[in-house]
């Protein structure tokens, strides 16, 4: 589940429209006001570790007990959201490497997903480059966990399409780490592009499709002896 | 100047002890006992953003109005911290890029002194990771500008050094943004390595030597007009 398949965090879950809604619905919509009023709080420049309980609760229009409900603690709810940013990408990156393309192909239709994906969850996405290096060690490790999933499943992919035969298991997964790293520094660039500069956004693709094959470029030479 | 040169900020200036001390040295000891608050704060988990003038003074154990001696707001607060990250290290980095050794060992020789200088200035480091996609687009701008710096002076010094004589200026460009991302990326690795733990510390040098060697190797093969 992504950001924007919820409510939006403007608007907080109505007790009266709330009865109308089955059990199961209701909770759901609770915890979405709980996960969007955090981003919205972050968006506001404040780090998750100085998000509060109360305030998390306060924003998103719910009594305080209620957060319990649904997280044990804000670290958790922060976890939620380190899972959320990387669950639906990583299918849609899998999906974008299917085998059939021709390598380039495959590298420009990856980064169109991600770039879509991206701006389509702004805030998950600021929630994470910041966090990386953020002051919670919990988040921290949760994004570095989440990161690493996303290097291994490339490795595995890659390996099946046999790409770089050459590649010893080890060098395989550089080259994807390598990877993988350029795409999430990209992100803070994809969203502070200015919107609607068709020609700038065009530039900014072509740059970072560049990268990725420059970085393909390199694992085809790439020999462990060697270096 | 870095962090390191400077008074640690657990210790505020004392007005006493401070008044021994000539004119010129006492307003450089309030300035940078300001910026070593401000960087105390932001690793309790706070984000620059969030930062009021008042606590930074109370942290730094000065009056609140003494702070417009040295700075017009927070922000300029902010823009000498990004400037303070990037100055010697550029400087560092241009002496190990110096001609003479050969690549391979300019490349060592410079994740090396990259590694060293993130160590000695990790509250730095983790501001510039934290903020380059924080809350503060006047913050983010200048923390772009510095990484441009870089970008260009290694640009710079890799046509000087005519590694790559094949490639255009733009393809040499996105080479050393590649480059210098990926270290930037590096940094809050480094900071999150166990202490201590040589074993794994010569494996995460060798990894960030490996990457940035790939992306030298896809640079030689790099064709415009093939991509």
Redesign the interface.
Not at 42 to 50: K, V, Y
Not at 132 to 136: C, F, L
């Given at each position: 589940m992504t950001a924007r398949s919820r409510s939006a965090p403007e608007s907080p879950v109505g007790a009266d429209e709330d009865e109308l809604l089955p059990r199961g619905q209701r909770k759901q919509r609770t915890r979405d006001a709980l996960i969007d009023a955090a981003l919205q709080l972050?968006?506001?420049?404040?780090?998750?570790?100085?998000l509060g309980l109360r305030e998390i609760t306060r924003v998103a229009g719910v009594v305080p007990t209620s957060f319990y409900r649904h997280f044990k603690d804000t670290n958790e709810l922060g976890l939620v959201l380190v899972e959320e940013s990387g669950l639906t990408l990583r299918r849609m990156l899998r999906e974008a490497r299917r085998a059939g393309a021709p390598v380039k192909d495959m590298i420009r239709r990856s980064v169109q997903v991600y770039k879509a994906f991206v701006l389509s969850n702004r805030l998950h996405f600021?929630f994470v480059?910041?966090e990386?290096?953020?002051?919670?060690p919990v988040i921290?490790s949760a994004i570095?966990n989440e990161v690493d999933q996303f290097i291994d499943e490339m490795t595995s992919d890659l390996r099946h399409l046999a790409i770089f035969p050459k590649l010893s298991p080890e060098?395989l997964r550089?080259?994807c780490?390598?990877v993988v790293?350029?795409m999430?520094?990209a992100?803070?660039d994809i969203?502070?592009l200015p919107p609607g500069d068709q020609a700038l956004a065009k530039l900014q693709e072509d740059?970072h499709v560049?990268?990725v094959?420059?970085?393909?470029?390199?694992?085809?030479?790439?020999r462990d002896e060697a270096?």
């Open positions: 972050m968006n506001e420049g404040r780090s998750f570790n100085s600021l480059a910041g990386r290096s953020g002051g919670s921290r570095r060098s550089m080259v780490e390598l790293n350029t999430l520094h992100a803070t969203l502070d740059n560049h990268q094959r420059l970085i393909f470029l390199g694992a085809q030479l790439w270096n």
